[in-house]
Structures are given as C-alpha cells and as structure tokens.
T-cell receptor
C-alpha cells in the first residue's frame, strides 16, 4: 500500500509566525505532489503543487521537494488566523491514484 | 471552478442495511474518487475510476462497492453497513491530464 506520512499531527503558531509541515512518501514512483487545505465543514481544496526538486513560492506559501529523500514540505510565513485549517499533502504516481497524508491541524492564534 | 456535488449530506443508517452515496460532477473529468476521512487517518482512498464503466480498488475497499454508470456520476455502495463505516465520505474528481483533484462537501454517515 502506497503511503504518505505527514508530521506534525498538530501545530500552534502565533499570528505573524512561521508554520511548517512535512511529508515523506514510501514509494519512489510518486512524481507529483500537492498541498491541500481543508477548513471546517468543507472539502479539501488544492493549495499548491510541486513537481520538481527545489522550492516553489506562491505568496506567503513555499513548498519544497526533495525527490531523492522522498520528502516534501510546506512553509507558511506571516501566518494569519484565517490559515487555521487542516493541511494535507497528496502524492500521485504516473497513474490515476492519488494518496493523501494523515493531515496536520494548524491553529494560528491572534 | 470544478463542481462536485454529493448527496445526501448527512445519513443515518442501521447496521446491516444498504447505503448508497451519490456523487455528480459537471466538469467532464475522467477520474473520480471516493475517500473516507477519520481523525488520525486523514483521507483514505476507497475506490476510484478513470472513466465511465470502470472502477478500481483503492487502499481500503473491503465492505464497499463502487459504480460509475456515466462520466458524471460515481456512487459508493455499502451493501451491509457496519458501525465501523461511520465516517465522513468525500467524492472527488480530476482531469486525466492534471494531477489536481476537486472535492465535494462531504457526506457524514452514521451507522447505528
């Protein structure tokens, strides 16, 4: 069974702080990685993708991928209370199957 | 934005009963997925489909069947519901060329 392990389970940061999430996959066939965000009572929504080694920055969000170590991370700078949500990493190999991590719950305190 | 509609949004079922969860997407996506979400387990893939008439087993298919009668519709069927199937179920769709998936709002199923 393909797996994506995510850490930490939960995270609390002050407003304006940096939040960081990590995922490690178990399958070298994974080629495509996404970060999703889920607010309470809603379905997850895609936040950003990363397919190549290195960093990808979109506004306050930076994703990092290291395919050699099968590690992907997400960093949110200047965190806002509206960033409080459940964050998932997702991975896909060459086929149609998309596998999600167990999620990290972020709480940003004013 | 892709529209994925799930019905019902909430369901209470009795143990041993049959439950059908429905999903409709209006963006002509080839791929559709059923996940369940439980605290501590994240989103786990139950079944998926890459087109009308196809269904594939995901990581936790036991106790579930799936049906894809058309491009737009993908159903999840619990023939004999058990309390362990109490969960929030999400349907999602995605284009064959893209790796992004779009989720519905979820169905909260309680089996008593």
């Amino acid at each position: 069974q393909q797996k994506v392990q995510q850490s930490p389970e939960s995270l609390s940061v002050p407003e304006g702080g940096m939040a960081s999430f990590n995922c490690t996959s178990s399958d070298r066939n994974f080629q495509y990685f996404w970060w999703y965000r889920q607010h309470s009572g809603e379905g997850p929504k895609a936040l950003m993708s990363i397919f190549s080694d290195g960093d990808k920055k979109e506004g306050r969000f930076t994703a990092h991928l290291n395919k050699a170590s099968l590690h992907v991370s997400l960093h949110i700078r200047d965190s806002q209370p509206s960033d409080s949500a459940l964050y998932f990493c997702a991975a896909r190999a060459g086929g149609y199957k998309v596998v999600f991590g167990s999620g990290t719950r972020l709480l940003v305190s004013p | 934005e892709a529209a994925v509609t799930q019905s019902p949004r909430n369901k209470v079922a009795v143990t041993g009963g049959k439950v059908t969860l429905s999903c409709n997407q209006t963006n002509n996506h080839n791929n559709m997925y059923w996940y369940r979400q439980d605290t501590g387990h994240g989103l786990r893939l139950i079944h998926y489909s890459y087109g009308a008439g196809s269904t594939e087993k995901g990581d936790i298919p036991d106790g579930y069947k799936a049906s894809r009668p058309s491009q737009e519709n993908f159903s999840l069927i619990l023939e004999l519901a058990t309390p362990s199937q109490t969960s929030v179920y999400f349907c999602a769709s995605g284009d064959a060329q893209s790796t992004e998936v779009f989720f519905g709002k979820g169905t909260r199923l309680t089996v008593v």
